[in-house]
T-cell receptor, first 112, second 114 residues
Framework: KNQVEQSPQSLIILEGKNCTLQCNYTVSPFSNLRWYKQDTGRGPVSLTI?????NTKSNGRYTATLDADTKQSSLHITASQLSDSASYIC???????????FGTGTRLQVTL | DTAVSQTPKYLVTQMGNDKSIKCEQNLGHDTMYWYKQDSKKFLKIMFSYNNKELIINETVPNRFSPKSPDKAHLNLHINSLELGDSAVYFC?????????????FGPGTRLLVL
């Protein structure tokens, strides 16, 4: 059964600090993995996408890593800002839209 | 604004009623979707249309009927609403960017069935 598990479920950090969110996936076949940011009351917005051949990809202060052997991905946020407060959802893809498997997300709160 | 828009944003209704949610995208995408996000924030695909044709129907009760009058619109009609239908419903559209298909989500419709 295709599954995506994320940890922690929620996280509170001080502004300016770094944090790392984890994603473990069990998807077969595996095509790519995407991280979404979902602000409260909004739809998810894509942050980054990685294929099995990519190890690291950065998008500003967000850096995603992927280990296709261990089926793990992480999203590292550097120098967090209040606007980073959101849910971060990991999505594993077998290659077609119908086979997107969503994690339940990590709820990040950045405080002063 | 170029975007995916949904109406209404909030919908509170009694069990047994019939309701519709509308979605429009002006991004020029060919493919549109409906997703359901439950109380545990788990997103699950319901339907997908490509150029007004249904291409994905994921084990959704037949009380849910999508309708695509044109490729910019995908509406969702729900008959005989049940308590378990309470959720946030997201519309999305997508396009292929390079080798990836990127989905753009609407703001969601929060449905509460009493």
């Amino acid at each position: 059964k295709n599954q995506v598990e994320q940890s922690p479920q929620s996280l509170i950090i001080l502004e300016g600090k770094n944090c790392t969110l984890q994603c473990n996936y069990t998807v077969s076949p595996f095509s790519n993995l995407r991280w979404y940011k979902q602000d409260t009351g909004r739809g998810p917005v894509s942050l980054t996408i990685m294929t099995f051949s990519e190890n690291t990809k950065s998008n500003g202060r967000y850096t995603a890593t992927l280990d296709a052997d261990t089926k793990q991905s992480s999203l590292h946020i550097t120098a967090s800002q209040l606007s980073d407060s959101a849910s971060y959802i990991c999505v594993a893809n077998t290659g077609t839209a119908s086979k997107l498997t969503f994690g339940t997300g990590t709820r990040l709160q950045v405080t002063l | 604004d170029t975007a995916v828009s949904q109406t209404p944003k909030y919908l509170v209704t009694q069990m047994g009623n019939d309701k519709s949610i509308k979605c429009e995208q002006n991004l020029g995408h060919d493919t549109m979707y409906w997703y359901k996000q439950d109380s545990k924030k788990f997103l699950k695909i319901m339907f997908s249309y490509n150029n007004k044709e249904l291409i994905i129907n994921e084990t959704v009760p037949n009380r849910f009927s999508p309708k695509s009058p044109d490729k910019a619109h995908l509406n969702l009609h729900i008959n005989s609403l049940e308590l378990g239908d309470s959720a946030v419903y997201f519309c999305a559209s997508s396009q292929v960017e390079g080798i990836f298909e990127t989905q753009y989500f609407g703001p969601g419709t929060r449905l509460l069935v009493l």
